[in-house]
């Protein structure tokens, strides 16, 4: 079964930085492109960024856009979010999710179990 | 960017129940839809991906229709699990946006 497992979540300042990691097993991670998606306390789903099986193409929110990065390691089976710049709006439960997509569709068909992080002020 | 609309937000039902959850984009997503399952405290699970392919694994009471700006979801015969927050995204173009939930809960 498809497993992600995310770490490096937890409270940091406003205006520092953290960086999350989502370990994948048990699928050939470097075909898939991964997402990242948010959720802040109470609210809905929010989709963060996304990057290709090979790195090349990365997409992010306009909310997160040149503070947020997302990266990948093929060689170790993990995508990464790198958070700068941290606002208290960004507390959230932070997913990475694998995309599953084809010319007819896309979707984030597994989840990691989510992280949650908290910018205090 | 394309907005996505839910109706109801909220929504009281029984076991047993028929259900149904549109979805409205605010232009065309072809049938770039995906419908996702979330419970408290528990990551979400798709139900529904191209709008009407049913995922693996996910019970035959689950269907979706549509295409363009106007989806449903309906669960044809509520189970206790059932009672849950459904979210509607679109998948045809960046940021893929959702919708803002619709939280299903037990009358």
């Known amino acids: 079964q498809v497993q992600l497992v995310q770490s490096g979540g937890g409270v940091v300042q406003s205006g520092r930085s953290l960086r999350l990691s989502c370990a994948a097993s048990?699928?050939?991670?470097?075909?898939?492109?991964m997402h990242w998606v948010r959720q802040a306390p109470g609210k809905g789903l929010e989709w963060v960024t996304f990057?290709?099986?090979?790195?090349?193409?990365?997409y992010y929110a306009d909310s997160v856009k040149g503070r947020f990065t997302i990266s990948r390691d093929n060689s170790k089976n993990t995508v990464y979010l790198q958070m700068n710049s941290l606002r208290v709006e960004d507390t959230s439960v932070y997913y990475c999710?694998?995309?599953?997509?084809?010319?007819?569709?896309?979707?984030?068909?597994?989840w990691g179990q989510g992280t949650l992080v908290t910018v205090s002020s | 960017d394309i907005q996505m609309t839910q109706s109801p937000s909220s929504l009281s039902a029984s076991v047993g129940d028929r259900v149904t959850i549109t979805c409205r984009a605010s232009?065309?997503?072809?049938?770039?839809l995906n419908w996702y399952q979330q419970k408290p405290g528990k990551a979400p699970k798709v139900l529904i991906y191209?709008?009407?392919s049913v995922q693996s694994g996910v019970p035959s009471r689950f269907s979706g229709s549509g295409s363009g700006t106007g989806f449903t979801l309906t669960i044809s015969s509520l189970q206790p699990e059932d009672f849950a927050t459904y979210y509607c995204?679109?998948?045809?173009?960046?940021?893929?946006?959702f919708g803002q939930g619709t939280n299903l809960e037990i009358k």
């Open positions: 999710a694998r995309d599953r997509s084809s010319g007819w569709y896309r979707l984030l068909d597994y």
């Open positions: 048990r699928f050939t991670f470097s075909s898939h492109g």
């Open positions: 990057i290709s099986s090979d790195g090349s193409n990365e």
């Open positions: 232009q065309s997503v072809s049938n770039f």
């Open positions: 191209a709008a009407s």
């Open positions: 995204q679109q998948t045809y173009r960046t940021p893929y946006t």
